[in-house]
T-cell receptor, first 112, second 117 residues
Framework: SQQGEEDPQALSIQEGENATMNCSYKTSINNLQWYRQNSGRGLVHLILIRSNEREKHSGRLRVTLDTSKKSSSLLITASRAADTASYFCATETNTNAGKSTFGDGTTLTVKP | DAGVIQSPRHEVTEMGQEVTLRCKPISGHNSLFWYRQTMMRGLELLIYFNNNVPIDDSGMPEDRFSAKMPNASFSTLKIQPSEPRDSAVYFC???????????????FGPGTRLLVL
């Protein structure tokens, strides 16, 4: 089964609203990363959070990590139509350093 | 920097034919990853190399799949013979070696969209 699983599978919001996506994983991790994929394109790295960190910010992105619950969330504030994409979490574990396992992704649609 | 380069971008072939996908990683990166993405199975890691050496090929689905990295700037993924169920988007990604002070971020190429008829 997948190490990282995103929730929800699909999310549709209006421009200006905030979007929250969640990722749960099963085994202890070294780090967790969020990637974005526009339709027909490759994945683009957004942000990395390490196992000893609880929160990170990058522009309109905020990522939290709760290692006790084995979960992470990605918050996009003041969403824009251009944020429409699929968002994936990827986890790297102690036993698989250098190799990240991707979840199935959350498809975000931001309506103008 | 041109980023990760993949070719071809699209490939349509008939069942039984050999398919070769190519990847040029970002200069200075010495970890290279091959992924396959489908609607049914999502993004799957097929194989990854570090310093041109295959480290983990447990994701390679069958013996019909093979990958090589003859030097630091080139890798191929070959499917022989191809089957309709191999139809997918194949991504190559590269990253710097952690032990050399690199980071975990992977940089993805644009992908090769493969259709096997």
């Amino acid at each position: 089964s997948q190490q990282g699983e995103e929730d929800p599978q699909a999310l549709s919001i209006q421009e200006g609203e905030n979007a929250t996506m969640n990722c749960s994983y099963k085994t202890s991790i070294n780090n967790l990363q969020w990637y974005r994929q526009n339709s027909g394109r490759g994945l683009v790295h957004l942000i990395l959070i390490r196992s000893n960190e609880r929160e990170k910010h990058s522009g309109r992105l905020r990522v939290t990590l709760d290692t006790s619950k084995k979960s992470s969330s990605l918050l996009i504030t003041a969403s824009r139509a251009a944020d429409t994409a699929s968002y994936f979490c990827a986890t790297e574990t102690n036993t698989n350093a250098g190799k990240s396992t991707f979840g199935d992704g959350t498809t975000l649609t931001v309506k103008p | 920097d041109a980023g990760v380069i993949q070719s071809p971008r699209h490939e349509v072939t008939e069942m039984g034919q050999e398919v070769t996908l190519r990847c040029k990683p970002i200069s200075g990166h010495n970890s290279l990853f091959w992924y396959r993405q489908t609607m049914m199975r999502g993004l799957e890691l097929l194989i990854y190399f570090n310093n041109n050496v295959p480290i983990d090929d447990s994701g390679m689905p069958e013996d019909r799949f093979s990958a090589k990295m003859p030097n630091a700037s080139f890798s191929t993924l070959k499917i022989q013979p191809s089957e309709p169920r191999d139809s997918a988007v194949y991504f190559c990604a590269s990253s710097r070696d952690r032990s050399a002070g690199g980071e975990e971020t992977q940089y993805f190429g644009p992908g090769t969209r493969l259709l096997v008829l």
